[in-house]
C-alpha cells in the first residue's frame, strides 16, 4: 500500500547541489527504514543512505560520504537526500526505499518509488 515518488533530480554542472526527495502516501516512513539508492547505467543499483525511522542513525556509502544527507520530515512524510558538491559520477537514477531492517542490502526493501534522474555534466 505504501506509495513513494521521488523528485528533485535534473541536469546540473559538477559541484552543484541538489536536494531529492522522497513523498509516501498510503503509509507514514516513520514506521520504516528509508534508503536512498542509485543505479547508474551499466552498474548495478546501490545503496547511497540509509535512515532508521526516528532518525537518529543513518549510513551512508563511502562514495558520498561527507557530501550527501539523508533525512527524514515525519511530520511532513518525506525523506530527503541532500546532495552537495556532485561529481560526475553521481550521475544515476536514485530511488527511495522502504523497509524494515537497517541495512544496505537492496533486497530488504519492500516498497520503491519509480526513482528520478539525476544527470551530472560539464
Known amino acids: 500500500q505504501l506509495h513513494l515518488v521521488e523528485s528533485g533530480g535534473g541536469l546540473v554542472q559538477p559541484g552543484v547541489s541538489l536536494r531529492l526527495s522522497c513523498a509516501a502516501s498510503?503509509?507514514?516512513?516513520?514506521?520504516?527504514?528509508m534508503g536512498w539508492f542509485r543505479q547508474a547505467p551499466g552498474k548495478e543499483r546501490e545503496s547511497v543512505a540509509v535512515i532508521i525511522p526516528n532518525g537518529g542513525t543513518t549510513l551512508h556509502a563511502d562514495s558520498v560520504k561527507g557530501r550527501f544527507t539523508i533525512s527524514r520530515n515525519n511530520a511532513e512524510n518525506t525523506v530527503d537526500l541532500q546532495m552537495n558538491n556532485l561529481k560526475v559520477e553521481d550521475t544515476a537514477v536514485y530511488y527511495c526505499?522502504?523497509?524494515?531492517?537497517?541495512?544496505?542490502?537492496?533486497?530488504?526493501?519492500?516498497?520503491w518509488g519509480r526513482g528520478t534522474q539525476v544527470t551530472v555534466s560539464s
Open positions: 526505499a522502504a523497509g524494515r531492517r537497517f541495512t544496505q542490502a537492496m533486497g530488504e526493501y519492500n516498497y
Open positions: 498510503g503509509g507514514t516512513v516513520s514506521n520504516y527504514v
